[in-house]
């Protein structure tokens, strides 16, 4: 046997064992391709044969193998974000940087006194049909960019730029939400809207200084405004009080004095009553009342009598008083 007969004789004997391993290596790729995992973060949606066949929830899952049944991963537990005006970008590990460049056409807004605001906010937002969110729209994103930045035109244009600007982002932001979430329920997207905040707002760069000047000078006059009002809850108040004093001890007094005049007048008619029934008797009890009430507010006193010889002493309440 030449070497050229050897060589086929080999070739046919080891042909004997393509087959089995072809077979064996089809049946190991078949069996890992049947079984697939889902992170708790995920839902899985399964298309067989073109068709939407179902959504799997997280775990270990069996799908037919060798293409018979496609399986998409969907982040739906992920809260995922949209940025309008600015976009935070990562630098460095988990570090981020904001960027505010290039991104003027979708901030810059018309308001509804015609003024211009410089809106940067916030859409986030979670996948709640992974089904819908893949093959509803060919482009859920762009879609969610557009639906956001139409809603939020139309809120900021039915306001003035002050409110714009100051008290009305709260509620901008709650009314961008609800009507944002009307379109994309309509539009059967699968997308629910956790929350739309505002993140800056701004005049535009060719008149924030004006406008800072304008708004300086009403913080002003609310400050002044305050003051006045403070002053003016200080000062009222206490004169209204001091003025009630007054009042208060006027009307005590006057009532005092009546009262006084009234038993005044009702002591005189008792005494002309003991008067009436015996005027000599009460004539002397009323003199020696009367001196005893004077003397008592006299400290030294003199008795003229050109009929008394001598000192004639005088005894009041302290003692006795020498006189002449």
Do not use: C
Not at 26 to 43: C, K, L, N, Q
Not at 111 to 129: C, F, K, M, P, R
Not at 189 to 207: A, C, E, I, S
Not at 232 to 255: D, T
């Amino acid at each position: 046997m030449n070497d050229w007969d050897r060589a086929k004789d080999d070739i046919r004997k080891g042909a004997r064992f393509v087959g089995p391993i072809i077979a064996i290596l089809f049946i190991i790729g078949a069996v890992r391709s049947s079984f697939y995992t889902v992170d708790p973060d995920e839902e899985a949606v399964i298309i067989r044969f073109g068709k939407y066949v179902g959504t799997s929830q997280p775990g270990l899952h069996f799908k037919l193998p060798l293409g018979i049944d496609s399986v998409t991963l969907v982040k739906t537990k992920r809260v995922l974000q949209q940025e309008f005006g600015f976009r935070t970008r990562n630098t460095s590990g988990r570090r981020t940087s904001y960027d505010q460049k290039n991104f003027d056409t979708e901030s810059l807004m018309l308001t509804g006194d015609l003024n211009v605001a410089d809106v940067e906010w916030v859409v986030q937002y979670q996948i709640s049909d992974p089904f819908k969110y893949l093959f509803q729209t060919s482009a859920p994103e762009r879609n969610i960019r557009d639906v956001s930045e139409s809603i939020m035109r139309r809120v900021v244009g039915d306001r003035d730029v002050t409110e714009v600007l100051t008290t009305g982002r709260v509620e901008i932001a709650g009314d961008a939400k609800v009507l944002m979430q009307e379109v994309l329920d309509k539009y059967d997207m699968g997308v629910k809207v956790v929350t739309v905040k505002l993140q800056d707002v701004n005049p535009p760069n060719v008149v924030k200084k004006s406008f800072n000047e304008v708004n300086a000078a009403k913080q002003e006059q609310e400050k002044v405004i305050n003051q006045a009002e403070e002053a003016y809850n200080r000062v009222i108040p206490e004169a209204r009080g001091k003025a009630e004093k007054l009042i208060s001890e006027a009307e005590g007094f006057a009532k005092a004095k009546v009262n006084q005049a009234e038993g005044d007048a009702k002591k005189f008619e008792a005494i002309l009553k003991e008067y009436k029934r015996a005027p000599s008797i009460t004539r002397k009890r009323i003199y020696l009342e009367t001196m005893e009430s004077i003397l008592k507010r006299v400290e030294d006193i003199t008795v003229v009598d050109p009929s008394v010889k001598g000192v004639l002493p005088v005894f009041n309440g302290k003692g006795v008083v020498s006189g002449q």
